[in-house]
């Protein structure tokens, strides 16, 4: 209780010192925050596309219905797929007639169907990274009964691609700006206790422990993180709402991802200012 009075009371001794660091706290998040809700939208865009990736296996003309069935068996029993759809050639040609609509005179002028029958094999989520899908096509096209395989591998690359540039992406600029954040506190703590360095020495001489003098330091750190976080999450959420109304909605990013920014906040607080006190408590 000591230890919170004495951060409190710190606080309100220098308010502008403590706005003004809070402020620049929540800048430095703000920033991660914002890229954020653009990672975890561009994430949510990708899952959608993710859910379309499947494999298409076209069999043979002359391939009989028992064949096929033992061919859906065989791809049932890899455990990177979930299901598998048979399409017909009248299947197929009435699908194509209705995805491409624009071509309705050619396909009405057809006296034979040249569209092949075909296996659609939807596959497991966490099995359409390239590796997976690249696997099922090998397999499928190894088949006997199977003319050609189809699953656009260079577009599987690329989606895949695009979620690792993403993940590395929120991660350097996270830990930037998360190092830019713990470098303003402890700053902020080294005035602070500069600024009480006569009190600090009163202590020492009457046995108060490093502990005891650090630990007021380190709720105001603490403290002012949690503050920054907050701000950052409400002004991430401001740009948020901005976004939505004025250019295109947007999803809004999970509570533990707002929950987890300002407990990042105050721990990054909390550290740098560790890092100051101790510091200063060496060179004292």
């Given at each position: ?30 920033v991660v925050g914002v890229f954020g809700v653009v990672t975890y939208n561009l ?233 100051a006190v101790r510091r200063y408590l060496r060179e004292v």
């Amino acid at each position: 209780m000591y230890a919170l009075r004495e951060a409190i009371a710190a606080i309100r001794r220098a308010p502008l010192l403590t706005i003004l660091s809070a402020a620049m706290v929540a800048l430095a998040l703000f920033v991660v925050g914002v890229f954020g809700v653009v990672t975890y939208n561009l994430h949510q865009a990708l899952t959608q596309i993710e859910e379309r990736v499947e494999v298409v296996a076209y069999v043979r003309d002359d391939v009989l219905e028992d064949q096929v069935r033992e061919l859906e068996g065989v791809l049932l029993e890899l455990e990177e797929v979930r299901a598998v759809r048979f399409v017909s050639r009248e299947d197929a040609l009435l699908t194509a007639r209705e995805t491409l609509g624009e071509f309705e005179d050619l396909f009405s002028g057809l006296q034979v169907n040249p569209l092949p029958a075909s296996l659609e094999v939807e596959l497991q989520p966490g099995f359409r990274n390239p590796e997976a899908v690249a696997r099922v096509a090998g397999l499928a096209r190894r088949h006997p009964n199977v003319e050609d395989v189809a699953y656009g591998g260079d577009w599987v690359d690329r989606l895949h691609l695009l979620r690792q540039v993403g993940a590395i992406g929120t991660a350097i600029l996270g830990m930037a700006f998360s190092l830019v954040a713990a470098l303003i506190i402890a700053t902020a703590v080294r005035i602070a206790i500069f600024a009480r360095r006569d009190e600090i020495q009163v202590m020492r001489l009457v046995g108060a422990t490093n502990g005891f003098i650090r630990r007021p330091f380190l709720l105001e750190g603490f403290l002012t993180g949690i503050a920054g976080g907050l701000l950052a999450a409400g002004l991430t959420y401001s740009a948020y709402l901005v976004v939505y109304r004025l250019v295109f909605p947007l999803d809004w990013i999970p509570m533990e991802w707002i929950a987890g920014g300002v407990i990042a906040g105050g721990a990054f607080g909390l550290l740098a200012s560790a890092v100051a006190v101790r510091r200063y408590l060496r060179e004292v």
